[in-house]
């Protein structure tokens, strides 16, 4: 799963979805560009509401990436 971090999401925005997702016992990996950053989900996501992610302050976009079978 990648989470796209809306250009204005400040500091405590990112904490706070990084936050959310340690505490659901996932890793993370984020990238930092020059106009938006990338949070990598890493982990089996299926148990991870897209919307509830959506939701939080200063996330852009949710994507979810499937298995290829």
């Not at 989900?41 to 992610?53: R, S």
């Not at 200063?58 to 990436?65: E, F, K, M």
Request: glycine share 6%; hydrophobic share 40%; proline share 3%.
């Amino acid at each position: 799963m990648l989470i796209i971090m809306k250009r204005s999401a400040d500091e405590s925005a990112l904490d706070h979805v990084k936050e959310f997702l340690i505490n659901k016992n996932f890793d993370i990996h984020q990238s930092t560009g020059a106009n938006r950053t990338i949070i990598g989900v890493i982990g089996d996501t299926e148990t991870l509401d897209p919307h509830e992610i959506q939701l939080m302050p200063g996330v852009l976009q949710v994507v979810r990436i499937t298995r290829e079978e």
